[in-house]
Every structure is written in C-alpha cells, then in structure tokens.
C-alpha cells in the first residue's frame, strides 16, 4: 500500500519585499497511515510552513504533495477548502476557539459543512467532547476553560468530522507540564485506539519521544 | 440556522459599540426623514395649487401695487371667467411673531375663485352685507379659540392705526393641502379709510386673482392680460397660479437644494458609521476568519456572516429610527406653523427611502470586510497580529 501522504520535491519559498525568500527546498517525505511523526526542528526552519502545505492551507512553489492518491497542489481555492473540512483536523498552539461558541458550539462549528442533521451533529459533537473528556464543559464559553481544556476541546473540533490526518503545530506549546501531559496522552490514544493519522511539530524532546517517529528540519532541509 | 446565531453573536460582541452604531444609524434615519419631509411638504404647495387661476401682479414686483380699475379690464379679456383680487394687509393680532396671512379682499367673488375655503351660504351672505366683517381660517379659529360673532382687533403696519372686525364665518378646508390659517375682510372697509388717513393709497389693489374658463389656455389668456396694460404706468405680469408659487418658492430654492443634498449626506454618513464598526469588527476576528476558513468554510459562508451582521445592525438602527420618526413628524407638524406646510405627513416615499437606505447601508458597509476576509490568505491571517 503506498503511504497515506508523499511530499515529493516540494519547495516554497514567500516574497518578500520584492525578494525570494526560500523556506523549504526539495523536501520528500511519506507518512504512513496509522503513522504518530513528530516533526523538530529550530525556529524559523520552516515547520510551520510545511505542516501548512500538508494541511491545504497553503500552496507549495513547485512540487507535488499527494494525500491518499489526491493532488493537492493542484486543487482550486474552492476545491480544497471542501478537501479540507473532509479529511483534515488541524489543532493549533494557541487553540483558536470561537470565543462566541461554546465549546460544544465550536465541535460542532465543522459538521455545519457536511449534510448531517441536528441530531447527528449533536450526538457527534458530544462523542468528540466525550473522547476529549470536555463532556461535562460543553455549555462553558472557552473564557470559562483552562488552556488544557481550550485545548481538549479543540482537539474535539478537529476530530469531530473524522479526518483522514490530524495536525498539529506545537500542540503543547502554550500548556503547562501537566496539561501538555494530557494533550500527548490524548494524542496517543487518537493514535493508538482510533487508528489516526497523526503529524505534530514541537520543540519539546519528551513530547516527541511519545510519537513512533521523529523527522529533523533545518532551515527548510530534512536532515 | 447556525449562521444566524453565530451573527447574533458576533454582533452582541461589543454590545456598547453595537449599540452606539444602532443609535447613529437610528438618529441619522430621524434627520433624513425630517429633512425630506420638510422637503416634500414645501413642494405640496405647488401640487395643490389650482391648475385654472393665474395671478396678475405688477410687472416689477409683486410689492408694488395696481389699480383697482383694472379689474372690470381684466375681467372682459377673452378667455377670463372671474376675476378677484387681494391686498396683503399684514397688521398684528396680538403675537407679532404669531404669523399668518391677513388679507383684504372683494367680498363678492373671493370665494368664488377659491372655492378651497369652505363656507357656507349663511356665511358668505353676511359677510358681504357686513363691512367690518372677517372670515377665518378653522386652524386659526382652533388657535385662537375663536367664534363667530367674537372681536379680532389688528394692529396696522402697513395700514396704520387700529382695525377691528367681527367674525362672521370660519371656512373650512376642502382638504388637507389647503391652508386654514387665512383671514380675509373687506377691501373696501380698507379703502374707504385711506381716503381720509392717506390719500394717494385710495384705489390700490396687491394683485388679481383671475380664473380662466380653459386651464390650456393659460398662457394665451395670460398674454393678452399683460398686453392690455403694456405702456401704461403699471405694467403687470401674468402666470399661473404653480408658476407663481414655483417663483415664491424658487427665492428658497438653494435651501431647499442644500435640505435635499444633505439628506443625501446623511446616508453617507451613515455608511461610514456603519462601515468603520464592521471594519473594526472584521479586523478584531481575522484570526476567526483564518480559523474557520481552515476548517473549510469559504466565501459564501463568510459573506453571509459578515454581510448578516451589517444588516442585522442596519435593520435595528433603521428600524428604530423608523419608529421614533413617527411621533416625531407629528411632533414637528403640530408646532411648526400650519400655514408654513399646510401638509406636514411622513410620506410613504420618505419611508421607502429610509428603509431602502438603510438595506443599502448595511450592504455597502459589509463589502470592504468582506473583500478583505475573502482576500487574506489563511498563513497570512494567523500571522496578523492585530
Ligand atoms: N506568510 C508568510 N509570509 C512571509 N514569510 C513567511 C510566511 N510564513 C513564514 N514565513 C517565513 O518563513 C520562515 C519559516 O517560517 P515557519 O513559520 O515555517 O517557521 P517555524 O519552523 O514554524 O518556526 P517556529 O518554530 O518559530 O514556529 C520564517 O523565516 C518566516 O518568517
Ligand atoms: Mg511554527
């Protein structure tokens, strides 16, 4: 079986002002399905950068990224957007709740894409919180969480759909020991007991010693 | 359905500054719909004026006065069914600053031409055997609170001296448009008095009133009104009746331009009230944006979300404008003087215009959030920093 994500040559580089400003050269990399990698590397390498590519948020330079047999360097702004909301679920350092929505309203902010009813919504969302372990924080506004629990819920938000991959850049970066603790035993879990995809960037050594694989970037080579 | 609760909220973020935007939207709406309704009830004066009356005044200007012997001349052109005439007698009754028309008139055929001014038989007969008599306006008479058989002294300016004359009549309006604030008595109670007090007044009329038998031939019968007196010492000029009043009006003309342009400038004030509340607000959620985007939300759902917004806020600021302008128009139309806009109504055009504004509002101000939200690429959207 061929591998659930191939990075073949791909490069990016941003402008700025009116120079080129190469980020990543040349990377190739496969992640496996059912794969838990964890991506290092020093600031300013490009890791954002990449996790962007993978995720259809951002476009390569030049280079061909193909997840599950799809092109994704070649799909429409429209287009991806809908690959997007089908197959990925993308976790952020500084959580990114709607600070409007409840928690339970943020889990289920996704499905409002996809053509489930209410009820199906509901009993969807509420099994993401119950696999975060949010269950009984589902009517609390995010000012009313703590960062762990900001993040556990927005965990729940990009599981909910049940994506083909889960991203995540410096997932634990913002947490306390503790709380940063629960977040990669939750990760684990999603790996181990859901069979998910997982690829996380993070600057922690013992956070990275928890996936099956670990890559190196540096200044946009994978070394 | 989500959408909506999610705009609802948005727009209760900042409930002061939500609110602060509602009331200048709503107070905007009060100014622009005060502002064409003074516009729209200065032109109702010309809407209601009779298609088949002109009036002769003197060729100079309408200040100076022509002879009362022009009348029987008048009234032989061909063309001419009646003619009437008035003089602007002016005087106070009690308020000096209490304003409203006190005319002398020909009791005979006055009512005749106006048959607007409602009076009846009784009335009219008495007030043509009565030389001291006046009729009344019923706005006037409920102003005053006066009755027929009561006093009215007036106290001359232009006819010096004191006046005094006895209600005989309170005509009343044909309808709406006309104006119920008038006060007419003889010509000749007037005229009979400057033969003794001064002299070279005796004989002097302001201006005929002239009703003709075919309203298309106005501007013939016009003509051959003017022809008849050209060269002599008191040269008239002859129009309509709307002319007339479009000419009165005109004097007002840049006022009334300006009213109309700032009416206009109102709503663009509006917009930018509105549009720098929901360019604040889209700029504090360019990382929301980024975030739903991520999650694969896209143009249509953010327009919707910020286009709803503006609307919402545009909806509850015109409606409640909208809704205070009511009683203020009828406010406004009850202290202002009746016979400055016989018609003082909100019309149903004000309100569609209001209301049409305001849509307008809410969508113009949503586009340029819109754009932007639409335009920032998600990378660059997480990376603002606000
Ligand atoms: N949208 C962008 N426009 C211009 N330059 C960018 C953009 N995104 C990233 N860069 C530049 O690309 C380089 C790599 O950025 P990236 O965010 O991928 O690094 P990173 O490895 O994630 O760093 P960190 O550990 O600090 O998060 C940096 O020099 C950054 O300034
Ligand atoms: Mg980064």
Redesign the interface.
């Known amino acids: 079986m061929p591998p659930l994500i191939q990075i073949q040559d791909v490069s990016k580089s941003y402008m700025r002002d009116s120079f080129e400003v190469p980020v990543l050269n040349n990377i190739n990399l496969d992640i496996e399905e059912g794969e838990f990698m964890a991506l290092m590397g020093p600031s300013g390498s490009g890791k954002t950068t990449l996790l962007?590519l993978i995720?259809g948020?951002?476009k390569p330079s030049s280079g061909k990224i193909k997840v599950s047999d799809t092109d994704i360097s070649q799909l429409s702004?429209?287009a991806l957007?809908?690959w997007?909301?089908?197959n990925?679920g993308?976790v952020?350092q500084f959580y990114?709740l709607?600070?409007?929505?409840t928690a339970y309203e943020n889990v289920?902010?996704?499905l409002?894409?996809t053509p489930l009813s209410k009820k199906e919504r509901k009993k969807q969302a509420e099994t993401a919180l119950e696999i975060v372990g949010l269950a009984d924080r589902m009517k609390h506004y995010p000012k009313q969480l703590s960062g762990g629990q900001e993040q556990r819920a927005a965990i729940a938000?990009a599981i909910v759909t049940d994506p083909l991959v889960i991203i995540g850049d410096e997932p634990t970066g913002d947490l306390d020991k503790n709380s940063a603790e629960e977040i990669l035993t939750l990760m684990e879990r999603l790996n181990k007991e859901f069979k998910k995809t997982l690829l996380i960037v993070t600057h922690d050594p013992h956070a990275a010693e928890r996936a099956n694989i670990t890559k190196h970037i540096d200044k946009g080579d994978l070394v | 359905m989500?959408?909506l609760k999610?705009i609802l909220?948005?727009s209760l973020?900042h409930k002061l500054r939500t609110f602060l935007t509602i009331c200048g939207i709503a107070i905007a709406v009060i100014a622009f719909g005060m502002l064409r309704t003074v516009v729209t009830a200065w032109y109702a004066g010309i809407e209601a004026s009779a298609a088949d009356r002109l009036i002769t005044r003197q060729a100079v200007s309408f200040i100076f006065p022509l002879p009362y012997t022009y009348k029987d001349k008048i009234a032989n052109v061909e063309g001419v069914d009646q003619v009437t005439f008035a003089t602007w007698f002016q005087g106070v009754y009690i308020d000096k600053n209490q304003f409203f028309p006190r005319l002398a008139v020909d009791p005979e055929t006055i009512f005749d031409v106006y048959p607007e001014w409602i009076v009846t038989p009784e009335e009219k007969a008495t007030f043509q055997r009565e030389r001291n008599s006046c009729i009344i306006g019923e706005d006037i008479a409920a102003m005053y609170n006066l009755e027929v058989g009561d006093a009215m002294t007036l106290e001359g300016d232009i006819y010096p001296g004191d006046w005094q004359f006895i209600i005989r009549g309170i005509y009343k309006k044909r309808d709406q448009t006309v104006d119920g604030t008038g006060m007419f008595f003889h010509w000749d109670y007037i005229n009979e008095r400057m033969k003794v007090d001064d002299p070279i007044r005796v004989g002097e009329v302001g201006w005929y009133i002239v009703k003709i038998k075919d309203p298309n031939q106005s501007a013939e019968v016009s003509r051959r009104i003017d022809e008849l007196f050209l060269n002599s010492s008191a040269e008239t000029k002859t129009e309509t009746e709307r002319a007339f009043q479009q000419g009165f009006i005109a004097s007002f003309s840049s006022i009334i331009t300006a009213m109309n342009f700032m009416s206009f400038v109102i709503i663009g004030i509006i917009m930018l009230v509105l549009g720098n509340t929901m360019i604040m607000s889209s700029r504090e959620r360019t990382?929301?944006y980024a975030?739903?985007?991520?999650?694969?939300?896209?143009?249509p759902h953010l327009t919707s979300l910020i286009l709803g917004e503006s609307m919402f806020i545009s909806f509850l600021g015109g409606g409640l404008g909208l809704f205070l302008l009511f009683p203020l128009i009828e406010g406004f139309g009850m202290v202002v003087p009746k016979n400055w806009f016989p018609i003082f109504n909100l019309e149903e055009i004000t309100i569609v215009l209001a209301a049409s504004s305001a849509i307008l509002v809410g969508i113009v101000a949503a586009i340029f959030p819109i754009q932007k939200a639409i335009r920032t690429?998600?990378?660059d959207g997480?990376r603002f920093v606000g």
Not at chain 1, 98 to 101: C, D, G, R, S
Not at chain 2, 291 to 299: A, D, E, P, R, Y
Request: proline content about 4%; cysteine-free; hydrophobic content about 50%.
């Open positions: 962007n995720a948020i951002d702004e429209t957007a809908k997007r909301a089908n990925i993308f952020f990114n709607i600070p409007v929505l289920e902010l996704p409002l894409l938000r | 989500k959408i999610l909220k948005n973020r990382r929301e975030v739903m985007k991520t999650l694969g939300f896209s143009t690429k998600i990378v997480f």
